[in-house]
């Protein structure tokens, strides 16, 4: 399996190449060149697996040969054995056709897990065999840092660097982070906000000079390959349970950078029976004026009540417009970096194809709290505020309703108190292996918001390490 560039300008890469960078080189994202493709007969037989066996199947076409199938296996088992659900996503009836598939059985109770899990032991093993280190840095607004940090923590080639706002971060989610141990763990609180954090991340990997000898930056974001790759597999778990049963399924996602739902994408694309797709935002909605609209542009970013999903900018959309613009790169990146100077368009064709991929809905916070609290007097099922807006994208679109509407539950409700509190709803208690969260000790430097700053504290604790 080759992967290839949205931009069109760089070498296609080996699957091993792809995971240890992230970003291409001409600054596009990383897609296969030629997707896998799945008969129903296959679908009929992997009907009968478990979920971990059923992520080996689906995972190995990307993989490509590229791990022996026995080291992949016990990755991927590795990956999942943590997870306190045996179905590791459970599907849960809500009322008629509404199921919720929940994805926050993982370590750090977000759906985030299922790929970063993966991600950690797949650089470790390449790592290895290469005998090589690396650092992570990335920049979090919430779910993806301690995500990450739970994924990567047993790393033995991988250093980590994890940037969020001081002060601007839910306790629980702080709290996740600063309380992971680990010598190669590094917590960083920045005195600026999540745009300052990013920045100074793009910054340095733009120029990793700073760096001791040996070392390269990888991204752990959702611009990395292998985290698309990992949430296909849940969309194929939720479709085969419904297979033979119903001609199709269709799914509501939570969308912010636009990584999960490009994942169930693909896998309408690999031929899993999907009717629709809805891409439901919060507030920061720009994936919803697009379909809405067809204008594509920047609004100045707001907080809202589903933090996981403020963004002003989709990145992995790029991906999905290289599909639309019929793998025209040069128009993609003209699109894309176009955006920071005006309002982008496609044209009416390919409009109407992208609403033929997609339905949309916006949630502002007030029907996030409204949702929650009507969901669960209707159904007794406690909603996190960002599978909120999935549950309500959902009820607004015309949708098939003689087919199954399974919205993805992105996060536990018990990671965002003040959404369930201002639903007027009791916020659950945490599960046992969290239960201690807030009295373990907490680790995290707190450093001005200076890419020379971040840059120095980094040479100085790989330096040590080395
Ligand atoms: C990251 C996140 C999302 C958004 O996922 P994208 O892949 O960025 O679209 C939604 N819900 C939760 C809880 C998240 O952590």
């Not at 031929?271 to 067809?294: E, V």
């Not at 699109?335 to 916006?362: I, K």
């Amino acid at each position: 399996m080759r992967y290839i560039s949205t931009r069109g300008q760089s070498p296609a890469a080996t699957f091993e190449q792809v995971v240890l960078t992230g970003l291409a080189p001409d600054g596009g994202l990383y897609i296969p060149e030629k997707l896998p493709v799945v008969s129903l007969q296959q679908l009929a037989d992997w009907q009968k697996l478990s979920y971990s066996d059923l992520a080996f199947e689906v995972i190995r076409m990307f993989v490509g040969g590229a791990i022996p199938d026995a080291a992949l296996k016990a990755m991927i088992t590795d990956s999942y054995r943590s997870f306190t659900d045996p179905e590791v996503a459970p599907l849960r009836h809500l009322h008629d056709n509404q199921w919720v598939m929940e994805l926050y059985c993982g370590p750090t109770l977000a759906f985030k897990d299922f790929a970063l899990q993966l991600l950690g032991r797949l650089l470790d093993y390449f790592l290895e065999k290469r005998q090589q280190h690396v650092a992570i840095l990335g920049a979090t607004s919430g779910d993806t840092g301690s995500a990450a940090l739970e994924g990567c923590k047993h790393c033995r080639f991988v250093d980590m660097f994890i940037l969020h706002p001081h002060n601007r971060v839910s306790e629980v989610q702080r709290r996740q982070m600063t309380t992971v141990t680990g010598d190669n763990i590094n917590n960083i609180a920045v005195e600026g906000n999540f745009d300052d954090c990013q920045e100074i991340v793009k910054q340095a990997f733009s120029d990793q000079g700073f760096l001791p000898k040996g070392y390269q930056l990888v991204a752990v974001n959702s611009i990395n390959w292998a985290r698309i790759m990992a949430q296909i597999v849940y969309y194929f778990h939720a479709g085969l349970k419904f297979l033979g049963k119903y001609p199709a399924v269709s799914f509501s996602v939570p969308t912010g950078n636009f990584g999960d739902i490009y994942a169930g994408y693909l896998a309408k694309q690999m031929g899993l029976p999907i009717r629709q797709l809805i891409i439901a935002t919060n507030q920061n909605d720009i994936l919803h004026r697009f379909i809405s609209s067809n204008r594509y542009h920047k609004t100045a970013l707001q907080a809202s009540l589903s933090p996981s999903m403020d963004i002003m900018v989709s990145s992995n959309f790029e991906r999905y417009l290289f599909d639309l613009f019929q793998r025209d790169s040069k128009r993609v990146a003209g699109f894309v970096t176009g955006l920071s100077r005006d309002v982008q368009h496609v044209s009416e064709a390919e409009w109407a194809r992208a609403r033929a991929h997609f339905a949309s809905y916006s949630v502002d916070d007030a029907a996030t709290c409204e949702t929650i609290r009507s969901i669960h007097a209707r159904t007794g099922y406690l909603a996190d505020p960002h599978t909120a807006t999935g549950l309500k994208a959902a009820e607004m679109c015309d949708t098939d309703i003689s087919i199954p509407m399974i919205t993805l539950a992105t996060a536990h409700p018990a990671k965002f108190a003040d959404a369930i509190e201002k639903a007027g709803l009791t916020v659950p208690g945490l599960p046992p292996h969290m239960a201690d969260l807030f009295t373990r000790p907490e680790r995290c430097s707190v450093l001005p918001n200076s890419l020379d700053a971040v840059k120095q504290f980094m040479q100085q604790r790989l330096l040590k390490r080395s």
